[in-house]
């Protein structure tokens, strides 16, 4: 197993309400990816944070946002809720720009 | 930006059997190209990754390799064993590592 871990692994929200995930990276990594998994697809790429900075967005709308602290932990928000958005979150952390990516187990959201 | 495509998007085979996984990409400046084992319920697992400057790439029973003219990459798993089925997944990097992923193939071995 990675050392990357994230919390909670379920959650169940409402249309409109916000939810805020957590990602903490393995020991050394500085970049960390965050995805969105439908059931029955492949991840999707939603954004990227090195070092603090965002390094790169997929096709997500703003409503979807993300940090990175200081000890590279990570969360994703995402505001206003829809349907659409019960999923399987997953971040994945690496030591670079360029490195491999580790996953996490992942943040299972319904909304209903 | 990225498109990968996968197939197929199941594969049975009898245990002992190979199994070949291929994928395609759109981004001739991807470099980077991942392959992600995912059990039910679980993270995606890195079972092995090649980068352009090889065409082929070998871990005991798995071999990736890689065709940058083609853009097409294919994973091979020989000796398949019951323990192998689950859902296999290429991807590749576009923009540094910013991972695009294919839709996934259920490999079922059977015994």
């Known amino acids: 197993e990675t050392g990357v871990t994230q919390s909670p692994t379920h959650l169940i929200k409402t249309r409109g309400q916000q939810v805020t995930l957590r990602c903490s990276s393995q020991?050394?990594?500085?970049?960390v990816s965050w995805y969105q998994q439908a059931l029955g697809q492949g991840p999707q790429f939603i954004f990227q944070y090195y070092r603090e900075e965002e390094n790169g967005r997929g096709n997500f709308p703003p409503r979807f946002s993300g940090l990175q602290f200081p000890n590279y932990s990570s969360e994703l928000n995402v505001n206003a809720l829809e349907l659409d958005d019960s999923a399987l979150y997953l971040c994945?952390?690496?030591?670079?720009?360029?490195?491999?990516?580790?996953f996490g187990p992942g943040t299972r959201l319904l909304v209903l | 930006g990225e498109n990968v495509e996968q197939h197929p998007s199941t594969l049975s085979v009898q245990e002992g059997d190979s199994a070949v996984i291929k994928c395609t990409y759109s981004d001739s400046a991807s470099n980077y190209f991942p392959w992600y084992k995912q059990e039910l319920g679980k993270r995606p697992q890195l079972i092995i990754d090649i980068r352009s400057n090889v065409g082929e790439k070998k871990d005991q029973r798995i071999a990736v390799t890689l065709n940058k003219t083609a853009k097409h990459f294919s994973l091979h798993i020989t000796e398949t064993q019951p323990e192998d089925s689950a859902v296999y997944f290429c991807?590749?990097?576009?923009?540094?590592?910013?991972?695009?992923f294919g839709g996934g193939t259920r490999l079922m071995v059977k015994p």
């Open positions: 020991s050394g990594h500085n970049t």
């Open positions: 994945a952390s690496s030591g670079g720009v360029e490195e491999t990516q580790y």
């Open positions: 991807a590749a990097n576009h923009a540094g590592n910013m991972l695009t």
